[in-house]
C-alpha cells in the first residue's frame, strides 16, 4: 500500500509517497521515515497519523499504527523531531553529574555492552531501580533488564537518558539476571534510567566519538 509521510526542516515541509506493507510495524514505518528524511538516530523523533479531520493523532503503540493503516484514503503520517532538552552529557565509564532533576545523556560504546563486562567484581552498582550517580551504567542496564547484553560488542552504540533525582537514606540491592547490585546508605545523589536507543557505530553524534 502506499502512505504519504511529511516531515517539516528548518520551516520547510517536504512530503514523500513511500510503499509499505499494510501489516508493517512500527519500528519499521519509524525506519523508513528516518531513512527518506534523513534523520539521525541520536534524535528523538514522534510519529503522528493526520486523521480525516487533520489532527494530528500521536502513534505510539501498534494498535494505534494499524487503526491508522485502515483508512479508505491514503494514510498521512508525520514525523517530528523532537526538541532536545538535556542538561548534560558524558560518555561511559565517566560518572554522571549534576543535580536532582537534570536530564543526563551518556554514550557507551559498543565495546563495553557485553554481559561479561556486566558481570566484573571490580565495578559495582548500588540500589534497585533507583541508583547512586555513582553506580556502573554497564550494570545498571543489565540488572534493570532495560538492554539485552550480548557475549560479543554488538554493532552499536547505546545512548543512555538518566534521569538525576535527590539521594536515599537506603539503597537495596538485589540480583537480576545474575548481575548482584549492594545495598548502601546514605548517598546524596541518585539515578533512574529513563531511556535507552541504539545508534549506529559509524554515526557520528553530538558527543563527537568517532569510532573506527
Known amino acids: 500500500m502506499i502512505i504519504k509521510a511529511r ?34 538516530y541520536e534524535k528523538g523523533i514522534e510519529l503522528f497519523y493526520l486523521d480525516e479531520d487533520n489532527d494530528r493523532v500521536i502513534v505510539s503503540f501498534e494498535d494505534e499504527l494499524a487503526l491508522a493503516l485502515e483508512s479508505s484514503k491514503i494514510p498521512i503520517f508525520e514525523i517530528v523531531v523532537k526538541p532536545k532538552v538535556v542538561d548534560s552529557e558524558c560518555t561511559y565509564p565517566q560518572v554522571p553529574k549534576g543535580k536532582p532533576g537534570d536530564c543526563v545523556e551518556v554514550l557507551v560504546e559498543s565495546q563495553y555492552l557485553t554481559l561479561a563486562n556486566a558481570m566484573r567484581e571490580d565495578t559495582k552498582a548500588w540500589g534497585t531501580y533507583t541508583y547512586t550517580n555513582d553506580s556502573d551504567i554497564i550494570k545498571v542496564l543489565a540488572h534493570s533488564e532495560k538492554i539485552d547484553l550480548p557475549d ?3 554493532p552499536y552504540n547505546v545512548i543512555v537518558t538518566l534521569r538525576l533525582l535527590p539521594g536515599n537514606l537506603r539503597y537495596i540491592g538485589t540480583t537480576t539476571r545474575g548481575v548482584t547490585t549492594l545495598s548502601y546508605g546514605p548517598y546524596d545523589l541518585s539515578y533512574i534510567l529513563e531511556n535507552v536507543r541504539t545508534v549506529p557505530i559509524n554515526e557520528k553524534t553530538y558527543f563527537n566519538i568517532n569510532s573506527s
Open 7 to 40: 516531515h517539516t526542516s528548518h520551516g520547510e515541509t517536504a512530503a514523500r509517497r513511500i510503499n509499505v506493507d499494510r501489516q508493517i510495524k512500527l519500528d519499521e514505518l519509524e525506519y523508513k521515515m528516518r531513512e527518506r528524511f534523513d534523520i539521525s
Open 152 to 154: 560479543d560488542p554488538p
